[in-house]
């Protein structure tokens, strides 16, 4: 599983995805993420701006990537 470092104590869901590069764009992540395709640790989440910290593991697509503190 790779792992994404992130400069602050936490992230937004939405700018994890495009920082993690599994979506291009905003757009795309309220795309995926209203149509229930993103998981935060196991379970499907539906915000977007979803407060990420790290240890957390974020799925799309069979891709599962972990939030980690830099």
């Known amino acids: 599983m790779d792992e994404i470092e992130?400069?602050?104590e936490s992230i937004r869901l939405?700018?994890?995805l495009k920082l993690?590069?599994?979506i291009e764009s905003g757009a795309d992540a309220k795309a995926v993420i209203a149509d229930e395709l993103v998981?935060?640790?196991g379970e499907v989440e539906t915000?977007?701006?979803r407060q990420l910290r790290?240890?957390?593991v974020v799925e799309l697509g069979g891709i599962s990537?972990?939030?980690a503190a830099q």
Do not use: K, T
Request: glycine letters at 14%; hydrophobic letters at 40%; a positive charge.
């Open 39 to 41: 998981s935060v640790n």
């Open 14 to 16: 939405g700018q994890f």
């Open 20 to 22: 993690a590069n599994l």
């Open 47 to 49: 915000r977007r701006g």
């Open 54 to 56: 790290a240890g957390d």
């Open 6 to 8: 992130i400069r602050d």
């Open 65 to 67: 990537v972990r939030v």
